[in-house]
């Protein structure tokens, strides 16, 4: 980290699963509103495809290093989340961070690789609204996204690089004095970002996290709740043995059906459909004993797989109820992928600004959660993530599948398979 006398930036998201708002305006009066002429243009089809790989691809990469992390213990993050918001630090890049970055992404168009973000939020964004439910009922499905800008005032910010945040991320600049008062822009932006999580993640940037140093500020937030397609059965407590070995009793639920099964190498995997069946949640369950192997050998092409193959089987799912609250050390984890630079760098953020009110900017952290919670009803679940920048029933079934250890999740769309949240539970019930 540089010295005391470097200037700042942050750039941060948040991600929940839940019933929230949408919107890009703060949640509180007293700032100003920079707005890019450009239109938001919306992606194509093709270009979502093309985003679901990008966010399988990035979901994959960062697995090993989080889950290594995390040791034996039970982890989430959201890879959408965590995308949009290092793209959105992609597109004031340049030099060895922007090389680094596209390498991360596997992605060898940096303006595709905005326009696939943009497709693969916008695709997720039409599954939303009613659906039938088997009781005659209507439930709902509520997923959605905002980015915010917010920057130092006074300070004069590229054109290129806010017209690019508007027309792929639908994201505009509010002003903040950070170098006067940045306690007040930090309750601002937690404030911003609690509205749009519907309260779920009310302290995002922590006392001391945003200090006079600070220059920009990128947020997203995304907010998605889903009722199963049919409510799962609960069996009360049964035993379920943990990562570490030890034996548990956990609530645990159930459900019968034909369910996208496969058995892979060293794994099953089934999908449990939410209502309407254009979302869903696959569970992937190493074989006993082979938790290590199958984290080792996890990729881009096994997830993929995992959450898009399967075919329909008469399958009994029997899992526990979780209510996950995990935190990721990013900052470690890019590095170990090899995105070194951007921590390092004097310049390569200029073409977020060329202001000496807000140069030279250089990556100092990134800082992530998410909270996944899990029950008969649905799926509830929130991520933020914070990058900061300084300068200075009676169906007869075929295969069963048995949750009493160790398992991954993926809580994706059907038709691309673009994992919203991955995690793995290794003790439900640890707090």
């Known amino acids: 980290m540089r010295g005391v006398r470097m200037l ?25 509103h ?28 960062l697995y090993g290093p989080i889950a290594e992390a995390g040791g034996d213990g039970n982890i989430a993050y959201s890879p959408l989340s965590i995308g949009v918001t290092l793209g959105m630090a992609r597109a004031g890049a340049e030099g060895g961070s922007a090389e680094q970055l596209d390498a991360l992404f596997a992605a060898a168009d940096p303006d595709a690789l905005h326009r696939s973000l943009n497709g693969a939020v916008s695709s997720l964004q039409d599954l939303t609204g009613p659906v039938p439910l088997p009781d005659g009922e209507m439930g709902e499905i509520e997923l959605t996204n905002a980015n915010a800008l917010w920057g130092q005032s006074g300070v004069t910010w590229t054109p290129a690089f806010l017209d690019r945040l508007k027309a792929d991320y639908d994201a505009s600049m509010w002003t903040a004095d950070y170098a006067s008062d940045p306690d007040r822009a930090r309750v601002e932006i937690n404030d911003w970002v609690a509205e749009h999580t519907r309260e779920h993640i009310e302290d995002l940037l922590p006392p001391g996290s945003i200090d006079t140093l600070t220059r920009l500020v990128l947020t997203n937030a995304v907010f998605f709740k889903a009722p199963w397609s049919d409510e799962l059965d609960e069996l009360g407590d049964r035993p379920f043995t943990t990562a570490a070995g030890t034996e548990v009793q956990a609530p645990t639920m159930s459900t019968t059906g034909d369910l996208p099964y496969q058995d892979g190498d060293g794994w099953q995997s089934v999908t449990i459909p939410y209502a309407g069946s254009k979302l869903a949640m696959t569970f992937i369950v190493p074989d006993e004993g082979g938790l290590t192997a199958f984290e080792d050998a996890l990729d881009g092409e096994v997830l993929h797989q995992a959450v898009t193959g399967g075919e329909p089987t008469p399958v009994m799912v029997t899992l526990p109820r979780f209510d996950l609250d995990q935190r990721a050390p990013l900052a470690d984890v890019l590095q170990e992928l090899g995105v070194t630079a951007p921590f390092d760098t004097d310049t390569d953020f200029e073409p977020m600004t060329t202001d000496p009110g807000a140069q030279p900017l250089h990556l100092a952290d990134v800082l992530h959660q998410a909270t996944v919670t899990v029950d008969e009803h649905g799926t509830e679940a929130a991520a933020a993530t914070a990058a900061v920048f300084e300068t200075v029933g009676g169906l007869i079934t075929e295969k069963e599948v048995v949750m009493d250890r160790p398992f991954l999740f993926v809580i994706h769309d059907v038709a691309n398979g673009t994992p919203l949240f991955i995690g793995r539970v290794a003790d439900p019930t640890a707090e």
Request: aromatic fraction near 0%; glycine fraction near 12%.
């Open 8 to 32: 700042g930036l942050v750039a941060l998201g948040a991600l929940v699963a839940s019933t929230a708002a949408c919107g890009d305006e703060p949640s509180s009066a007293g700032v100003a």
């Open 34 to 61: 920079v707005e890019s002429k450009v239109p938001h243009e919306r992606a194509t089809e093709a270009e979502a495809v093309a985003g679901a790989e990008i966010v399988n691809h990035l979901g994959a990469e």
